[in-house]
């Protein structure tokens, strides 16, 4: 990334997680999210923006980007991680338009058994 984006804010936030035991993929999605919130808003430092800025991140997330509602949701844990824990700061009133769930039924559900079953049951 870029060599502006506040690289002590970053080694705090990874600091954090390592005083917490949280694991190192973890703590890479986590910068990550981090990284890009911050260059989707201009490079401005989190600590002058707040709900309002997280919300619209949120919602380019589902609505620009079609990201995945697990994914919106790690964003979202990334964002409240770096606000709650690192800057000391609790976001309120955070209400982005979320990314839809996909319904599917694992093929083990079906009412029908696949043709192999079939097989094995006449042998």
């Not at 009133?93 to 043709?115: E, I, N, S």
């Amino acid at each position: 990334m870029s060599e502006t984006i506040d690289m002590k804010l970053e080694d705090q936030i990874r600091d954090t997680m390592r005083f917490k035991h949280l694991s190192f993929k973890t703590e890479e999605s986590y910068v990550g999210w981090y990284r890009r919130y911050v260059l989707w808003h201009g490079k401005k430092h989190p600590a002058e923006m707040g709900a309002v800025e997280v919300e619209a991140f949120l919602t380019h997330l589902a609505v620009e980007r079609k990201l995945a509602a697990s994914s919106q949701n790690q964003a979202l844990n990334a964002l409240v991680f770096l606000y709650r824990e690192v800057l000391k700061v609790e976001l309120e009133g955070v209400d982005a338009q979320r990314a839809k769930h996909t319904k599917r039924l694992p093929t083990v559900l079906t009412r029908t058994p696949p043709p192999a079953c079939l097989a094995l049951r006449a042998a």
